[in-house]
């Protein structure tokens, strides 16, 4: 079975312009969610969709957003982009069923933005 | 979700078992522990999981005490490769990644 797919894997930016990635999660997952990892700040949570819906929002400013298609795809995307959001951004994709929440990660996007 | 505390390093001998402790004494009834791990650059990769029980599968083994106040995973046989950041969460959902356990495997 495919795993998690996440592209592009890597991306230079430069400040004030805007950026999207894109998650393609394992066939059957309907649950996606993104983190950021920083050598400062580790890996923080993002946002989660399931079903095209925002279900859970961690504590990251408006510029973050994200959406989730039909085919459970989904793309996060960041505008006005700033120095600071320099990060590996990792997608993770679950079944969401029974109970058990065990995520499977994508190799993650590295953004450089300069 | 529960907050989870683990030690920052721990090394352990290559062939030896690798035991990385967590507590998490703040753990509701409905929260799942989980053990992912990050090699260097990667995304990170689910081990295991479980509620009460103990639990193995082809990668590791997790103990959960009585309580569920703190659990172990173990590496039975740690090799070179298992060199990575050891995480645990609890979780009923949102999964909050603290920073880790960075497991050191020598020759």
């Known amino acids: 079975k495919a795993g998690v797919t996440q592209t592009p894997r890597y991306l230079i930016k430069t400040r004030g312009q805007q950026v999207t990635l894109s998650c393609s999660p394992i066939s059957g997952h309907r649950s996606v969610s993104w983190y950021q990892q920083t050598p400062g700040q580790g890996l923080q949570f993002l946002f989660e969709y399931f079903s095209e819906t925002q279900r859970n929002k961690g504590n990251f400013p408006g510029r973050f957003s994200g959406r989730q298609f039909s085919n459970s795809r989904s793309e996060m995307n960041v505008s006005t982009l700033e120095l600071g959001d320099s990060a590996l951004y990792l997608c993770?994709?679950?079944?969401?069923?029974?109970?058990?929440?065990?995520?499977?990660f994508g190799p993650g996007t590295r953004l450089t933005v300069t | 979700d529960a907050k989870t505390t683990q030690p920052t390093s721990m090394d352990c001998a290559e062939g030896r078992a690798a035991n990385l402790p967590c507590n998490h004494s703040t753990i509701s009834g409905n929260e799942y522990v989980y053990w992912y791990r990050q090699i260097h650059s990667q995304g990170p990769q689910y081990i295991i999981h479980?509620?009460?029980n103990n639990e193995t599968n082809e990668m590791a083994s997790l103990i959960i005490t009585e309580d569920r106040k703190s659990s172990t995973l173990i590496l039975p046989h740690a090799t070179l490769r298992d060199t990575a950041v050891y995480y645990c969460?609890?979780?009923?959902?949102?999964?909050?990644f603290g920073d880790g356990t960075t497991l050191t495997v020598k020759p």
């Open positions: 969460i609890v979780t009923a959902g949102k999964s909050t």
């Open positions: 993770a994709s679950r079944r969401d069923t029974g109970g058990a929440y065990e995520q499977y």
């Open positions: 479980g509620l009460k």
